[in-house]
T-cell receptor
Framework: DAKTTQPTSMDCAEGRAANLPCNHSTISGNEYVYWYRQIHSQGPQYIIHGLKNNETNEMASLIITEDRKSSTLILPHATLRDTAVYYC????????????FGTGTRLQVTL | GAVVSQHPSWVICKSGTSVKIECRSL??????MFWYRQFPKQSLMLMATSNEGSKATYEQGVEKDKFLINHASLTLSTLTVTSAHPEDSSFYIC????????????FGPGTRLTVT
């Protein structure tokens, strides 16, 4: 699976959009971009995933560049409860696929 | 939907004893379950992949005789830490992938193990 690079930490004011970048320059054609988050002392929570098109769900939007070498997770209106570590993971699908967690981005949402 | 539970949520045991952690998919069937370990201020590290009815596949460096995994049904996988030592103290997290799906994994809330 391709390696990802994320900033170690970011701050965001409550109510503003949080834009979390991820670089995955070695991504291959059959690999998806997944985003999970982990609130302190809890199990990770699935947020969104995509292959090449931009995706949106009730939690977030995922913007993938045309060359697929980077992506951005957007939380449109961050709240204090969005404070967490956000993991960008690139993996292929299929029964043998597994998630390799990097160090992620620690997002701190402040008043 | 897609809820995964773990039991217990936390456990304290004495060095040398064994501890069993359960992972259940509550509202779906999971052919594949995964076990992770997370030390303080570190990321999750995959320990093993558990497939229902077959032997688990362990990641490099994980002792299969120390971390026994059983996946006897489509809704239950267990991790037994045998002869636990203080260095086994960690946050153990399981995840489950729905049968027939190759997409997202659903994670349990984790089990905090403290070995004294």
């Amino acid at each position: 699976d391709a390696k990802t690079t994320q900033p170690t930490s970011m701050d965001c004011a409550e109510g503003r959009a949080a834009n979390l970048p991820c670089n995955h320059s070695t991504i291959s054609g059959n690999e998806y971009v997944y985003w999970y988050r982990q609130i302190h002392s809890q199990g990770p929570q699935y947020i969104i995933h995509g292959l090449k098109n931009n995706e949106t769900n009730e939690m977030a939007s995922l913007i993938i560049t045309e060359d697929r070498k980077s992506s951005t997770l957007i939380l449109p209106h961050a709240t204090l409860r969005d404070t967490a570590v956000y993991y960008c993971i690139v993996t292929s699908t299929g029964t043998a696929s597994k998630l390799t967690f990097g160090t992620g981005t620690r997002l701190q949402v402040t008043l | 939907g897609a809820v995964v539970s773990q039991h217990p949520s936390w456990v304290i045991c004495k060095s040398g004893t064994s501890v069993k952690i359960e992972c259940r998919s509550l509202d779906f069937q999971a052919t594949t379950m995964f076990w992770y370990r997370q030390f303080p201020k570190q990321s999750l590290m995959l320990m093993a992949t558990s497939n229902e009815g077959s032997k688990a596949t362990y990641e490099q460096g994980v002792e299969k005789d120390k971390f026994l995994i059983n996946h006897a049904s489509l809704t239950l996988s267990t991790l037994t830490v045998t002869s636990a030592h203080p260095e086994d103290s960690s946050f153990y997290i399981c995840s489950a992938r729905e049968s027939g799906s190759s997409y997202e994994q659903y994670f349990g809330p984790g089990t905090r193990l403290t070995v004294t």
